[in-house]
């Protein structure tokens, strides 16, 4: 949903504070890092403070706090009043999974505002097994909460294999609630989605279809609830413009205080990501190696370097160049002028004949199960 | 239209930014720079002032120019962007 900002950048005007990893669901395409086992030494209310106050001198505008589930830190209030104290627009997003109406409205005097409700599915029999806990109603009775405190409701909707055939009923439940946004979000692979590929990802044919579904009602709803939905981008010629080019505008903090130009950075290798414990938002912005290792133009390599289309989507997702071809620097290999684009087509070709008979067991992210992935399942591109 | 209060809709916040010396409009997990000119005019969006009202004030403010036009052409896309409402 970002605006024009383009014309705006060299600053960080989007902080994300993960706040916690802890969560009471157990979603199996969540795009947290599988080793959020190791990550219980937690910012301190002060150190998110402090945080808030550095990066908003910044020029951060909007704050997002996320997770895990954010509802866990007993000092989200806390948070909330000082993030408003100094003029941001604080996005709470949330299972709801913590919440209740008492809550929600607190949260509305401590000046949150937006709330952001995931759910997984359109019924509680999806909704509950895919997050492992029975939510649905108490998401239900959040999202009317939410709605009644006056809050802009934003919807949030990850979409993959098995929740992608319910994408009418999904946009339907949305109007029902009286949403004014709604995200519906093709899985990104990274983190535990990525452990579970096999499963999740849909197939080109459910792709199209769901694609239909959502531009047939982004007009019929038009000017009452607006629908964005993004495309899922394996299969796609073009790699998405991740975070909008790396150390850009986005500024994501970890529960454990590292600073990431995205939040799925951590999973890239030979970086050292600096932490705020340690290291000013200035400092880490404008000086440390990771923000500067891929930002602007000049670390790329062909065939990114000399495209016309730098420029555009910046090369794609670092992450995903990483993760397919061990590269971190080379394109992104769902553009189809990188040399693994066709190794990519194939692997995905594969998945998507056998996925349709896969059903479980879905690996849920839960600590134990943490504990026992602690490495990025790898697609067997050729190269490996 | 000239004779209506415009205001903002609750889904949008307007603020001045000083690191960007400009006026934005934050909405959920999104923002928007606005230009000098709309900056101007959006600050006297109040929903207590009449567009009429509006379009003196920025003439008496930057004399010398007939801004009706604009101004029009401005409130017409931002009420289609969902900014305001009459
Ligand atoms: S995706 Fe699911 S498991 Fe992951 S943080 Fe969100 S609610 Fe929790
Ligand atoms: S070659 Fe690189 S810069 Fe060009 S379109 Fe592909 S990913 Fe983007």
């Not at chain 1, 890092?33 to 550095?54: A, C, H, M, Q």
């Not at chain 1, 949403?179 to 979000?185: C, M």
């Not at chain 1, 150390?247 to 705020?276: K, M, Q, W, Y």
């Not at chain 2, 916040?13 to 000119?37: C, D, H, I, N």
């Given at each position: 949903?970002?605006?024009s900002?383009?014309?705006?950048?060299?600053?960080?005007?989007?902080?994300?504070?993960?706040?916690?990893?802890?969560c009471?669901?157990q979603?199996?395409?969540?795009?947290?890092p599988?080793?959020?086992?190791?990550?219980?030494?937690?910012?301190?209310?002060?150190?998110?403070?402090?945080?808030?106050?550095?990066a908003?001198a910044?020029?951060?505008?909007?704050?997002?706090?996320?997770?895990g589930?954010?509802?866990?830190?007993?000092?989200?209030?806390?948070i909330?009043?000082?993030?408003?104290?100094?003029?941001?627009?604080?996005?709470?997003i949330t299972?709801?999974v913590?919440?209740?109406?008492?809550r929600?409205?607190?949260?509305?005097?401590?000046?949150l505002?937006?709330i952001?409700?995931?759910?997984?599915?359109?019924?509680?029999e999806?909704?509950?097994?895919?997050?492992?806990?029975s939510?649905?109603?108490?998401?239900?009775?959040?999202?009317?909460a939410?709605?009644d405190?006056?809050?802009?409701?934003?919807?949030n909707?990850?979409?993959?294999?098995?929740?992608?055939?319910?994408l009418?009923?999904?946009?339907?439940?949305?109007?029902?609630?009286?949403?004014?946004?709604?995200?519906?979000?093709?899985?990104?692979?990274?983190?535990?989605?990525?452990?579970?590929?096999?499963?999740l990802?849909?197939t080109?044919?459910?792709?199209?279809?769901a694609e239909?579904?959502?531009k047939?009602?982004q007009?019929?709803?038009?000017?009452?609830?607006?629908i964005l939905?993004?495309v899922?981008?394996y299969?796609?010629?073009?790699?998405?413009?991740?975070?909008?080019?790396?150390?850009?505008i986005?500024?994501?903090?970890?529960?454990?205080?590292r600073?990431?130009?995205?939040?799925?950075?951590?999973?890239?290798?030979d970086?050292?990501f600096?932490?705020?414990r340690?290291?000013?938002?200035?400092?880490?912005?404008?000086?440390?190696?990771?923000?500067?290792?891929?930002?602007?133009?000049?670390?790329?390599?062909e065939?990114c370097?000399s495209?016309?289309?730098?420029?555009?989507d910046?090369?794609g997702c670092r992450c995903?160049a990483y993760?397919?071809?061990?590269?971190?620097?080379?394109a992104?290999?769902?553009?189809?002028?990188?040399p693994?684009?066709?190794?990519?087509q194939a692997?995905?070709?594969?998945?998507?004949?056998t996925s349709?008979n896969?059903n479980?067991?879905?690996i849920?992210?839960?600590?134990?199960?943490s504990?026992?992935?602690?490495?990025?399942k790898?697609?067997?591109?050729s190269?490996? | 239209?000239?004779?209506?209060m415009?205001?903002l809709?609750s889904?949008?916040?307007?603020?001045?930014e000083?690191?960007q010396?400009s006026?934005v409009?934050l909405?959920?997990?999104?923002?928007?720079?606005l230009?000098?000119?709309?900056?101007?005019i959006?600050?006297r969006v109040?929903?207590?002032?009449?567009?009429k009202?509006?379009?003196?004030?920025?003439?008496?403010?930057?004399?010398?120019?007939?801004?009706?036009?604009?101004v029009?052409?401005f409130?017409?896309?931002?009420?289609?962007?969902g900014?305001?409402?009459?």
């Amino acid at each position: 949903m970002a605006g024009s900002l383009s014309s705006i950048s060299g600053k960080p005007l989007w902080l994300l504070a993960e706040l916690t990893y802890k969560c009471p669901l157990q979603c199996p395409y969540c795009s947290n890092p599988l080793e959020i086992s190791k990550y219980s030494n937690e910012l301190t209310t002060g150190d998110w403070f402090r945080v808030l106050r550095e990066a908003r001198a910044l020029g951060a505008m909007q704050l997002g706090l996320s997770g895990g589930e954010p509802l866990v830190r007993k000092d989200l209030e806390e948070i909330i009043a000082e993030a408003h104290r100094l003029g941001y627009y604080s996005n709470l997003i949330t299972s709801g999974v913590g919440m209740d109406a008492d809550r929600v409205a607190k949260f509305k005097t401590s000046g949150l505002d937006h709330i952001q409700i995931s759910f997984q599915a359109s019924d509680k029999e999806l909704n509950d097994f895919l997050g492992g806990t029975s939510s649905f109603a108490h998401k239900l009775e959040m999202a009317r909460a939410v709605k009644d405190q006056g809050y802009p409701m934003v919807l949030n909707i990850v979409l993959h294999q098995k929740n992608i055939e319910q994408l009418e009923d999904i946009i339907k439940m949305c109007v029902e609630l009286k949403a004014d946004f709604v995200e519906l979000a093709s899985t990104q692979y990274y983190g535990w989605s990525r452990l579970n590929i096999d499963y999740l990802l849909p197939t080109r044919e459910q792709v199209t279809k769901a694609e239909s579904i959502a531009k047939r009602y982004q007009t019929e709803l038009e000017g009452k609830m607006k629908i964005l939905y993004v495309v899922p981008d394996y299969y796609e010629k073009r790699p998405k413009a991740c975070m909008n080019g790396w150390g850009s505008i986005f500024l994501t903090i970890a529960p454990d205080g590292r600073a990431l130009p995205c939040h799925a950075a951590a999973t890239l290798p030979d970086i050292e990501f600096p932490n705020v414990r340690d290291n000013s938002i200035e400092s880490i912005w404008d000086d440390s190696n990771a923000f500067n290792k891929f930002r602007g133009f000049e670390w790329m390599e062909e065939p990114c370097r000399s495209c016309p289309e730098k420029e555009k989507d910046f090369g794609g997702c670092r992450c995903q160049a990483y993760m397919m071809t061990g590269n971190a620097a080379a394109a992104d290999p769902v553009c189809d002028k990188s040399p693994h684009h066709a190794d990519l087509q194939a692997e995905v070709a594969l998945i998507e004949k056998t996925s349709a008979n896969k059903n479980e067991p879905l690996i849920f992210r839960t600590m134990k199960n943490s504990k026992k992935y602690q490495t990025d399942k790898k697609l067997n591109l050729s190269q490996n | 239209m000239i004779n209506q209060m415009p205001s903002l809709s609750s889904m949008y916040r307007f603020q001045w930014e000083e690191a960007q010396s400009s006026y934005v409009l934050l909405y959920p997990e999104g923002m928007v720079k606005l230009s000098r000119t709309a900056g101007e005019i959006l600050k006297r969006v109040t929903g207590k002032t009449t567009v009429k009202q509006l379009v003196s004030d920025l003439e008496t403010e930057f004399p010398g120019s007939d801004l009706e036009p604009d101004v029009l052409n401005f409130l017409t896309e931002a009420e289609k962007n969902g900014w305001i409402s009459f």
